[in-house]
């Protein structure tokens, strides 16, 4: 969806086709009071003092008074060990003049506690361990030493950064003889106007901060969401702006920008081969975060100092600053990526597995007209046998903007259309936005009015806001009564026309309100309990998914819900899909669609993507097919386009471009099978389903700038072509010699050694399976993925040096929760070696599945095979054919036969 509408019309009408942020709707640092104040702090001995006269040893957890020695201000230190090597640092004042607020829902439940023991105390120090890991607390000044083994990882409050703004009463402005008071506040710090906004701040300044470095890291990655690149940059010098959290609607967003966009993750990993380390920043409220990058600075003499085993000046690091909440971080120890990685999702969670059609093509736009249209452009996809899962409708689809209403003329049967298009094995994706038209009849405005559901301004009035319908309020989705009322809309009888076949996209929820200060709610507003929207605000788009989740559940608890959100938070994951928002057709835009989609998966949120063929303005067609063709290795796959741009559903191009973005569909199609089992394996792990080079080679150095390649799993290695006219590109391919990556299209073999230049006409889609995996696929072309469920699979196995592979399948019945409930699912293992193939079940469910093994392809196979013989149960032994194509590149095993639900062996001899 769009931003600003009255930004919309003024494009319209006067710059056309000009392409940029108003960066001016938006804040800097210096523009900001607390972000002022925090990057303010000079550089030195903290102010603050650990009394370790107070100090508390308990099973899990050191306490003591932490004081700031300037105001004589007593806070409550806190130093956890949490299971799976994570140490939890929490300070908090001791008695607060207003509660300090904790976000709600970032953690999937409260950490699991481990033992830490002491090793050592004095008066200046303590010194505790837990499993592998160290911590050495000091008192004066107050800093904190991470050790993984005897390694030193981490320093928090190195530089003397820390700062907690205690809450206090404003100061008099005038004594009694009238004359101004001498303070050498920041002037914004009570209270800050920006454009025509201002912010009464009554609670005055309450901003954390603190510094953390990690010595001997040579990238720090994280904090999506930004359209930047993956390995974060080096903040102040050269004036480039902290990173900055703050969940924003930002129109027509710009590359290489360390402004805010729709989400907010604050979670930061900080690698090198020697091992990595992360940080969760646990605050909802705006976020700011400078960041030191040895990539900005002399990389070689970190990159020296590491081979020579010297020390490295701290030269990776991060000032997080909030302006308000408590300082709650967690350090994450890894000590590699997958370690930190999945750290963060045993604090956060996981996405639960979705439904198989949801991995399959998306078609959106906003809008399809009507219902004919609908109908229309389905039986354009299956006239040119091009695949596609879902439609979707944006907010023209309802009346007046009003949502869970249908426009009474444009979709006036909204169940037989529905229907027509679930008869043909589609679903159907609606919006519902947070923000509510104030229409006297409108049942939810008057509901909400007279249940007292809405957002309040801080004088306890509703606030009022402008977005697509106008004049506007908003649900709080902080009061239990809002959130058991929202749930209940979703019901198939309160929301007419829908059925279980209708699913859900929660837009415009940072919370986007056209005429707020920088295009959202003031902070100053009020939700349930006294909140001000200030503590909540980058939690607030996690506040509505909620409810959305649990009322798709209630409404249908044997399918497993699927809903979109645009604004996210750490937590995000568990609930909901999420895109890059509102893009524009151009090539930087498509580069960027791989690390922003990697940032969020490190992050947490791997179920992500980015509108195919740009959101604003008209793509040409090669900039289309590249689009189509490198989507499909993201995991969310959708098209989308602003209505005032030129229809671009596939079809309607000529046969070559219909060709090329046929063969790419289909090649995600038949790759559906690993996504589901990457997100099965998701689920149990933690472990991102599309992953960045470093991620799986943490110890190649070269792999740490590389933006334009991805993993899928492990198994598959993608590329994005992200310039125009170009009829090669280079690839780096890692791993070294005995590293195997095969071509997928005609499965030549590049050894890993690292760049290739490699022929890349359009009609070429680049990705590599790595030697040693084994994938399974579904090749047969069928219209919709939920047409797929009995089709049987071909298994591609990728040899490695040694002549083996491995790999997983999962499968159930690709939509509801017999998964979970009954354990109606199976978890198969293949394994190849010494010429067999074997598979045998990891869990020890089962699933009465008809899949069955089609083909077996072997690529890199050895030499002088006649034949294959299949053993399994059922079919006792069996002879098979097989064939050599393409030069020997791979050997065919034809029929198999075998269901994948038994055990089975096929020899090869
Ligand atoms: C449903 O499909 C029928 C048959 O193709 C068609 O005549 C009708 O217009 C469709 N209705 C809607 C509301 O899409």
């Known amino acids: 969806m769009a931003s600003n509408s009255w930004f919309t019309l003024f494009l319209l009408v006067f710059v056309l086709s000009v392409f940029a942020v108003d960066k001016n709707n938006f804040k800097t640092c210096e523009q900001s009071s607390f972000c002022r104040r925090l990057r303010g702090i000079t550089e030195g001995e903290s102010k603050y003092m650990l009394d370790l006269e107070t100090l508390q040893v308990g099973e899990d957890t050191i306490e003591a008074k932490l004081i700031n020695v300037e105001a004589d201000i007593p806070f409550k230190f806190s130093l956890t060990a949490i299971s799976g090597n994570i140490f939890r640092l929490q300070v908090d004042e001791v008695s607060p003049l207003y509660p300090r607020y904790r976000p709600q829902n970032a953690l999937k439940g409260e950490p699991q506690v481990t033992k830490l023991e002491v090793l050592d105390r004095n008066k200046e120090s303590i010194t505790v361990r837990s499993g592998n890991n160290k911590v050495a607390v000091y008192s004066k000044p107050f800093k904190l030493e991470f050790f993984e083994k005897e390694q030193l990882v981490s320093v928090v409050n190195g530089r003397g950064l820390f700062k907690f703004e205690h809450y206090r009463s404003k100061p008099k ?46 990238r720090i990655y994280g904090l999506p969401e930004h359209a930047d690149s993956l390995a974060l940059r080096t903040t102040g010098s050269g004036g ?7 969940n924003l609607d930002v129109f027509e967003y710009e590359m290489d920008s360390t402004m805010a966009l729709y989400g907010a993750v604050p979670v930061v990993y900080a690698h090198s081969p020697k091992g990595t380390v992360g940080v969760f920043w646990h605050n909802s409220a705006e976020t700011w975060v400078d960041i ?74 906003w809008n399809y007209n009507d219902e004919d249209d609908v109908t229309n452009v389905v039986e354009n996809f299956d006239a040119h046998d091009l695949p596609v899962d879902v439609m979707w409708l944006d907010i023209e689809y309802t009346d007046g903007k009003k949502y ?76 239990p009564k809002t959130v058991d009322y929202y749930k209940g809309l979703y019901a198939l009888d309160k929301f007419k026309g829908t059925t279980h076949d209708v699913y859900i996209w929660n837009d415009m929820n940072e919370p986007s309100v056209f005429n707020g200060p920088e295009v959202t709610m003031p902070k100053d507003c009020v939700h349930f309990g006294g909140l001000e929207h200030r ?32 604004g996210h938070f750490s937590g995000s994951q568990r609930y909901v899909t999420i895109w890059t928002g509102d893009n524009a057709a151009e090539w930087s835009h498509l580069a960027a669609s791989f690390p922003m989609c990697l940032s969020e998966a490190i992050g947490g949120i791997s179920f992500c993507g980015a509108d195919i063929g740009g959101f604003f303005n008209n793509p040409d067609t090669e900039l289309l097919q590249r689009w189509y063709q490198a989507g499909i290795w993201l995991p969310f796959y959708r098209a989308h386009a602003h209505i005032d741009t030129r229809r671009r559903e596939p079809y309607l191009f000529n046969e070559d471009v219909r060709n090329r973005i046929r063969t790419a569909l289909r090649l995600r199609y038949a790759h559906l099978p690993l996504w589901y089992t990457l997100f099965w394996e998701h689920e149990i792990t933690g472990d991102p389903v599309i992953r960045p080079l470093f991620y799986q080679y943490p110890d190649d150095a070269n792999v740490v700038d590389i933006d334009k390649e991805l993993l899928v799993g492990s198994s598959i290695l993608a590329l994005v072509i992200s310039e125009p006219g170009i009829s090669t590109t280079n690839v780096y391919l890692p791993g070294g010699f005995s590293e195997y990556w095969y071509d997928i299209e005609d499965f030549k073999l590049y050894p890993g050694t690292g760049v290739y230049n490699l022929p890349a006409s359009l009609d070429k889609n680049i990705a590599f399976y790595r030697g040693g995996s084994i994938i399974p696929r579904k090749d047969r072309p069928r219209r919709a ?31 509801s929760f017999e998964y979970k409930n009954n354990k109606k699912y199976l978890y198969i293992h293949f394994d190849f070696k010494e010429n067999t193939l074997t598979s045998k079940l990891i869990d020890k469910t089962d699933y009465p599945t008809k899949e069955w093994i089609e083909r077996v392809v072997i690529l890199g196979p050895p030499s002088g095979i006649k034949g294959a013989k299949l053993t399994s149960k059922s079919l006792g032994t069996v002879e098979l054919e097989t064939s050599y194509d393409g030069e020997e590149r791979t050997l065919t095993v034809r029929k198999p036969g075998v269901s994948v639900r038994e055990p089975f062996s096929i020899k090869l001899y």
């Not at 491995?806 to 939509?815: I, V």
């Open 240 to 246: 480039l702006e902290p990173y900055r959290l703050y």
């Open 173 to 218: 402005e005038n004594d009694e003889e009238g004359e101004a008071q001498q303070t050498d506040e920041d002037p914004g710090a009570w209270e800050e106007n920006f454009k025509s906004h201002h912010d009464s701040k009554p609670r005055g300044p309450s901003a954390v901060g603190v510094d953390v470095a990690f010595p001997g890291a040579i």
């Open 785 to 815: 993925a939920s047409l797929m469920h009995n089709d049987p699979f071909s298994l591609y196995v990728a040899l490695d040096s040694k002549k083996s592979a491995s790999g997983t399948l999962y499968l159930d019945d690709y939509q």
């Open 404 to 479: 869970f209403t249908w426009d009474p003329i444009k979709f006036a049967h909204p169940d037989v259309m529905i229907n027509n298009l679930t008869a043909t094995g589609r679903k159907l994706v609606i919006i519902i936005d947070p923000h509510i038209k104030r229409e006297a009849g409108y049942f939810l405005h008057e509901d909400a009015l007279a249940n007292d559901y809405y957002v309040k301004n801080k004088d306890g009035s509703v606030y009022e806001g402008w977005c697509w319908p106008g004049s506007s309020s908003y649900l709080d989705f902080y009061d």
């Open 292 to 365: 030191k990058n040895s990539k900005d600075g002399n990389v070689m003499s970190s990159i020296v100092n590491l081979v020579s085993g010297t020390k490295t000046d701290n030269s990776v690091e991060a000032h997080f600053m909030s302006e308000s909440g408590v300082i709650d971080m967690f350090v994450l120890m890894g000590p590699k990526p997958k370690d930190a990685i999945r750290q963060y999702a045993s604090l956060t969670g996981v996405a639960p597995l979705p439904q198989f059609y949801t991995l399959g093509y998306h078609q959106c736009r």
């Open 535 to 566: 503590e909540v605000h980058n939690e607030f788009a996690l506040k509505q998914v909620i409810p959305t989740y649990e009322g798709l559940i209630q409404r249908s608890n044997h399918r497993r819900p699927f809903i979109l959100s645009r």
